[in-house]
């Protein structure tokens, strides 16, 4: 069974790390995935960097640009990635934009993908009817879980279809925005939360955008399987004085 | 074999809407209306209006005689560059903001590479009334003034785009991520033929109305509503799109394509992207851009603003692979040259996009019957500084 799926089976509430490969240093990568599982955390979004981040505001645009700067490419995650299975268990997802991966053959990067044990990948700019089409049997044949956005405006119908082809969890957006955008959860966010919840879907429900810290976590976990931070943790990595992972993990919960 | 879109969004591989979910209810609304809006009697009537009345149109189709003495071919100009604003941008922004009221959207943005097109846009917006965001590049914005001073004078608020590399394709980014974040009242005017479907249809169907008169103006001045051939420039790609579009499936109207060699194909230092570029996928759509080989887009580069974009419109990929166009790339010297020789043949200082178009006469060699149509997309006032720099004339 996929880690991503045993994980989800776990009776607690999920917190899942975004962070740029590559970023702060090229060869942190491997470092901050272990942190993280040392620190606690449930599961890690591997940020492959792209040139052109659309859906993604200015810290994960800054972090994505310096780490491309560094050197940061997707052979040189593959090679960073190589004997991770050797210590880390938890799952590991990679999310990145389409075009690298469409560069660099979207078989080869999911048999890649596979042998290194990587569980997952979330891809914002390939939307679910052309993955449906196109490249599903890809994705299967070798095993990875391919993770689907919703956002408040999604409709119902669009969120059952999403449902139907989803095998792991839902990456529910917070709130209509780019990532990094945080100002707390109103009324609106919540009763989205709960209209989702109480819609009883096939997969479970992990929220992100917009969360940065424990009220955030919190607010979004009380719906929800858990919870994915990104931008709050790439900006404790560059900013804090206090670089420590385990101490934002611990902030957290 | 087709040139025009297919149901699914694709001319040929390219095309479709390679788009994140926060932007799929928006996009998603505007694929089942534009055509049903557009064919509403009543948008036509505005719309037909406002481009005879507001834009000017019909424009000229103008038969160049020194320039056809000069490379013994019949060259017609399509005289874009007399529209109101200068160039063929408008007809577009004239379409999607009609588009735009009609689907309830009061809050347009739009992005702008030399300007433009935000003028375009803001010139629009003034026009219904519309609170009118441009996102511009830092870089852009620095070196094209007159035009930033244009945008907000027509109201408009120019929001630099500091990302990146800070220019056109950033300042479509910042776009794309303020429709991200509005997704209820914002309408996104595209400027050219790119960006995910519907909008490379869309904006070529708005300026479809260039081909259109060339054909009854072409019946009127030589009898026949076919031209041998059609140049254009093309960076994104609408003024070609607009020009080609009712021949696109006429193969005796032949087509060409220019594109901005920068300071040669080789130099490192071009936006000629349809032999430079590799299929991806920017801003939504699956086309041909300029990359590495790692997939990150990179910058391009032409002395001509509207030409230095990293993609090029999903229809014109197509065109080029398929053969239906012939690409010939132009670098800034000739077509700086070939503007000069506009001037001082026919009293006309074109933009230097639409001297990239120009400059093919010098590489290619007609017949003496060959009717040549050239669109002629916007005038040179915006780039004067350029031209002055550029052969010394303070």
């Known amino acids: 069974m996929n880690r991503i799926n045993q994980k989800l089976k776990e009776n607690k509430k999920l917190l899942s790390i975004y962070f740029t490969a590559g970023y702060p240093n090229l060869d942190d990568t491997v470092t901050i995935i272990k942190d993280l599982e040392k620190s606690g955390v449930d599961m890690i979004e591997i940020g492959l960097p792209f040139s052109d981040p659309l859906a993604d505001g200015p810290t994960i645009q800054v972090s994505s640009a310096q780490a491309l700067k560094n050197g940061m490419t997707t052979e040189a995650l593959f090679k960073q990635l190589k004997d991770i299975r050797k210590s880390v268990k938890i799952p590991l997802i990679i999310m990145g934009y389409f075009n690298p991966i469409l560069q660099f053959g979207v078989e080869a990067f999911c048999k890649t993908c596979a042998d290194i044990g990587i569980d997952g990948l979330i891809i914002p700019d390939l939307p679910v009817d052309v993955y449906n089409d196109n490249y599903k049997a890809i994705f299967e044949k070798h095993g990875l879980i391919n993770v689907f956005l919703i956002t408040p405006q999604t409709s119902v119908e669009r969120i059952h279809f999403i449902d139907s082809i989803s095998k792991g969890f839902i990456y529910m957006v917070s709130s209509a925005s780019v990532t990094g955008s945080s100002s707390g959860f109103g009324d609106e966010q919540t009763k989205y939360f709960k209209r989702i919840a109480d819609m009883n879907l096939n997969n479970p429900q992990i929220i992100g955008f917009g969360i940065s810290d424990n009220e955030t976590f919190t607010t979004a976990t009380k719906h929800a399987k858990g919870a994915i931070i990104g931008s709050a943790f790439i900006k404790h990595l560059t900013n804090e004085s206090d670089k420590s992972i385990s101490n934002f993990v611990k902030s957290i919960r | ?394």
């Open chain 2, 1 to 394: 074999m087709t040139y025009n879109i297919n149901e699914k969004g694709y001319y040929g591989t390219f095309g479709g809407a390679y788009i994140p979910e926060m932007l799929y209810p928006n996009v998603e609304e505007l694929r089942q209306n534009y055509l049903k809006v557009m064919a509403e009697p009543d948008f036509q009537k505005e719309f037909n209006a406002l481009l005879k009345d507001y834009v000017g149109r019909p424009s000229p189709l103008y038969f160049a005689k020194r320039l056809s003495e000069t490379y013994h071919t019949k060259i017609y100009l399509k005289r874009e560059d007399l529209n109101h604003t200068g160039a063929h941008k408008i007809n577009n922004t004239i379409g999607q903001i009609l588009m735009a009221k009609r689907l309830g959207k009061h809050r347009i943005i739009a992005e702008t590479g030399a300007g433009q097109h935000g003028v375009a846009t803001a010139t629009v917006c003034a026009l219904m009334g519309l609170e009118c965001i441009v996102y511009m590049g830092e870089i852009d914005i620095a070196r094209q003034a007159p035009n930033v001073a244009r945008m907000k004078m027509l109201g408009a608020t120019v929001v630099p785009a500091k990302s990146g590399s800070r220019t056109l394709k950033d300042a479509t980014n910042e776009a794309i991520r303020d429709w991200i974040n509005n997704p209820v009242n914002t309408h996104y005017i595209i400027g050219s033929v790119v960006g995910p479907h519907p909008y490379p249809d869309m904006v070529a169907r708005f300026q479809a109305v260039v081909s259109e008169e060339i054909q009854w103006q072409l019946k009127e001045q030589e009898n026949t509503t076919k031209p041998d051939y059609v140049v254009a420039c093309v960076g994104g790609g609408s003024n070609a799109a607009g020009a080609y579009y009712h021949f696109l499936e006429d193969t005796d109207v032949k087509l060409i394509a220019v594109e901005a060699a920068g300071h040669g194909v080789e130099s490192g230092e071009s936006a000629a992207t349809s032999v430079l570029g590799k299929e991806g996928i920017i801003h939504g759509s699956k086309t041909l851009l300029m990359q590495t080989q790692d997939g990150q887009i990179t910058e391009p580069y032409s002395i001509s603003a509207g030409l230095d974009y990293p993609g090029v419109g999903p229809m014109h990929a197509h065109l080029y692979k398929s053969d239906r166009a012939e690409f010939i790339a132009i670098t800034d010297d000739d077509a700086m040259k070939a503007g000069l020789k506009l001037c001082k043949l026919e009293g006309i200082i074109p933009a230097i996009e639409s001297s990239h178009a120009l400059a093919i006469f010098e590489q290619k060699t007609f017949k003496p019957s060959d009717i040549v149509v050239v669109s002629l997309s916007g005038r040179g006032d915006k780039d004067l500084d350029t031209y002055i720099k550029y052969f010394d004339l303070s």
